[in-house]
């Protein structure tokens, strides 16, 4: 019989508690809603210091916080470093013949606090499979551009593969990344159930990102998309129970390795009361509206723009970008200077932070303008309070608004938004039967009360070796060795040629 609650340590990367938005809304959502669990946090950052944006809640009882590149080296075993770049080297081998390496293998070798960082480029055997590598794979660039990006990616992975996670009854990763890898170690080494939930797929998120960098060139670029498609596949392989927001996405889980008995599609859900109990209190003229923070992935600029179209045919709308304004600085500053120079400056508003409620009550429309999103919330909010939605083609926003063309666009497409905002101000007779009907799909998918139980059911089966899809486990794998492979006789034949460096 269990004498405490059952403990869920969140494994995050860059968001909660530090970043808002949808993410760390759905995190903060989860820790509230689960008052009987506890839970901790093991965040993952790109820099120390970083201010709180979120009240911790009471039934979080630890947080511990990595920053990748600052771990300091700890002590470890005699010849525990050996091992590990041996370790290190082998399963490079089997990934470069055409097999999934084994993170397992390696973590069962590599000690919590073991920096490898300099190891993996000083070791003879690490040398020698670097300087192969490049003269197979790279052959184009120079020899500097492949090393950095080698150690810069291997550094990182040895930060997260070394941290020391919190003590918890399971490890629930909110991305694949860096944050699934630090949660299949700490469930490894802890003999605990790693379990992985996507809002959006981390890969291809990092693969646009690194594409649309003006730094990251040639190798470069390909080494960081194939590492993180390679950790992505990981996390999908060896996690216990995973969950998606959305169908698509557990089909692409699917296409790289996921497997099909270990996934569920649990969907977000909001406070429906909260939002439903909004008294409509329509103004003159029609107003639009862009809720979520200031920042690129939001695409404001194209909000913007829309604006100016939309103006050019109906002066009498007013447009408002309602949330913070002080995560991107910078971008912030871009939009205000385009408004201006588009001359909407005096019918457009940046609100900042704000209670969204408020707004709902006389939007006429919603706009959301990203160029990245999963499911968002935003969409369910203006259902359930009775505004509409009109956006990009992202995530699962197609299946939301039921591919209605009237209300879809591409991305940073800003003549096609304004086509959506002009029919839905010429049509209100129609929106109202399309609010109507947005409603019931808010009650009846996106209950917040039907996630929460949906999550509890999830990490108490989890606890018990029930996963998804399962009434009873298999035997666990962690820590079993895998069987001989194609791989490992490749690499049986590659140290037999007389490469001694590269023998453990």
């Known amino acids: ?50 201010e709180l944006r979120y009240k911790l ?6 947080h511990r916080d990595i920053v990748l590149g600052s771990a300091e080296p700890g002590r470890a075993p005699r010849g525990a470093t050996k091992r590990a770049i041996g370790e290190t080297v082998s399963q490079h081998l089997r990934m470069f013949a055409g097999a999934e390496p084994s993170f397992r293998a390696l973590i069962d070798v590599l000690p919590e606090d073991l920096d490898l960082s300099d190891g993996s480029v000083e070791d003879p055997r ?31 992975l040895f930060d997260v593969l070394r941290a020391k996670a919190p003590e918890a009854d399971l490890y629930h990763a909110i991305s694949t990344g860096f944050a699934g890898l630090a949660a ?20 291809k998120e990092r693969e646009i990102e690194i594409r649309k960098s003006s730094f990251i060139r040639g190798y470069q670029r390909d080494m960081w998309i194939k590492v993180y498609k390679r950790i992505s596949a990981v996390c999908y392989r060896e996690a216990d129970g995973i969950t998606s927001l959305f169908e698509e996405n557990r089909r692409k889980q699917l296409e790289l390795g996921a497997e099909p008995e270990k996934c569920r599609v649990i969907a977000n859900g909001i406070e429906l009361t909260r939002f439903a109990a909004v008294i409509r209190a329509p103004r003159p003229g029609f107003h639009i509206g862009m809720v979520g923070r200031i920042v690129p992935i939001k695409d404001v600029k194209t909000f913007v723009a829309t604006a100016r179209i939309v103006l050019d045919k109906l002066p009498e709308a007013r ?8 995560e991107d600085p910078e971008y912030y500053e871009e939009c205000v200077a385009l408004a201006e120079r588009l001359r909407v400056s005096d019918r457009l508003e940046f609100t900042g932070r704000k209670n969204v409620l408020e707004y709902y009550a006389f939007l006429d429309l919603m706009l959301l303008t990203s160029v990245r999103e999963a499911q968002p919330l935003v969409i369910m909010e203006g259902w359930a309070a009775g505004v509409p939605t009109a956006a990009t083609r992202v995530g699962n926003v197609p299946e939301m608004l039921e591919e209605d063309e009237r209300f879809l666009a591409p991305s940073k497409d800003a003549e096609k938004l304004a086509e959506s905002v002009l029919w839905a101000y010429r049509h209100p007779t129609e929106l109202a039967e399309i609010n109507k009907r947005n409603r019931e799909k808010a ?13 509890r059911d999830f990490y108490t089966r989890s606890a018990q070796g029930l996963y998804p899809g399962k009434e009873a486990t298999e035997p666990s794998r962690r820590g079993k060795p895998r069987g001989p492979s194609t791989a490992d006789a490749f690499a049986r034949k590659t140290q037999a040629e007389g490469d001694a460096p590269w023998r453990a």
């Open 126 to 156: 690490a040398w020698e499979l670097i300087r192969r590598m490049n003269r197979q794979r790279n052959p184009a660039y120079p020899f500097a551009d492949y090393f950095w990006a080698w150690r810069s990616a291997h550094s990182m």
């Open 57 to 62: 809640p009471g039934n979080i009882v630890e």
């Open 184 to 203: 299949l170690a700490a469930g490894q080494r802890k003999g605990k159930p790693f379990l992985l939930t996507e809002h959006g797929l981390y890969h």
């Open 319 to 326: 447009f408002y970008a309602i949330g913070p304004t002080d």
């Open 443 to 455: 009650f009846a998918r996106h209950d917040r009360a039907d996630m929460l139980d949906a999550y």
């Open 1 to 50: 019989m269990r004498e405490r609650p059952l403990r869920v340590c969140l494994v995050l990367e860059g968001s909660y508690p530090y970043i808002t938005g949808g993410v760390s809304a759905w995190v903060q959502d989860i820790v509230t809603g689960l008052p009987d669990l506890e839970f901790s946090l093991f965040t993952i950052s790109p820099k120390a210091g970083q």
